[in-house]
Structures are given as C-alpha cells and as structure tokens.
Nanobody, 123 residues
Framework: QVQLVESGGGLVQAGGSLRVSCAAS????????MGWFRQAPGKEREFVAA????????YYADSVKGRFTISRDNAKNSVYLQMNSLKPEDTAVYYC????????????????WGQGTAVTVSS
C-alpha cells in the first residue's frame, strides 16, 4: 500500500510555469507506475501524464504534450509534474496516483490517490 500527498499548487498567470510534487510513503514506491490526473470544476477527472516504474518511459495527454513533463525520483519517493506555458484551461485540482501497470490513462487503472492540489491559471 502507498499513501500519496501532493503539494505545490497555486495561482499563476497564463504563460507561466509551476511544478507540483507528490510524496509517497512506503518502501515500495518504485514498484508502482505513477500518474497525474486533473479535475476542473463541473468536469470529470482526466488523465494528464504517466511515468513508468524506473522513469524511463512517459506518456502524456495530447492537451499537455510539449508543455508538461512528468518525472520521478525513486530515492526520494517522489513524482513531479512540471507545467510550462500554462493556460487558463489548465485550471484544476491535480491528483497524483499509483498503478501497477503502465501506461494507464483511466482512473480505473489506478489503485491509490492523493488528496489533490489546486492549480489556478489566470488570464
């Protein structure tokens, strides 16, 4: 089992950058593929990015490809999402999640979730 805690959300202007982080508890972090999802007000939770167990492979939603970068540091039990060229439509609560398979792009593929961190992009 793994527990996930996100941090780093906040308010940023359009075109700006922000990095959100996710700290995992437990000694089995490296045995999970990790993902980021987001949920905007009134919308369903959607896939953003995923990274494999070693970090050697990544996968992105088309809407963020080229702007967002997912990475992980297994020594620190952490996964990150670097967000550049932010747009108002990126405004959402961002969730970290853990899965046994890679890549998984639906919420059903992830067993563990954090509580989320809010990102607001102003125009």
């Amino acid at each position: 089992q793994v527990q996930l805690v996100e941090s780093g959300g906040g308010l940023v202007q359009a075109g700006g950058s922000l990095r959100v982080s996710c700290a995992a508890s437990g000694r089995t972090f490296s045995s999970y593929a990790m993902g980021w999802f987001r949920q905007a007000p009134g919308k369903e939770r959607e896939f953003v990015a995923a990274i494999s167990w070693s970090g050697g492979s990544t996968y992105y939603a088309d809407s963020v490809k080229g702007r967002f970068t997912i990475s992980r540091d297994n020594a620190k039990n952490s996964v990150y999402l670097q967000m550049n060229s932010l747009k108002p439509e990126d405004t959402a609560v961002y969730y970290c999640s853990a899965a046994e398979s890679f890549p998984r792009t639906t919420t059903a593929g992830y067993a563990y979730w954090g509580q989320g961190t809010a990102v607001t992009v102003s125009s």
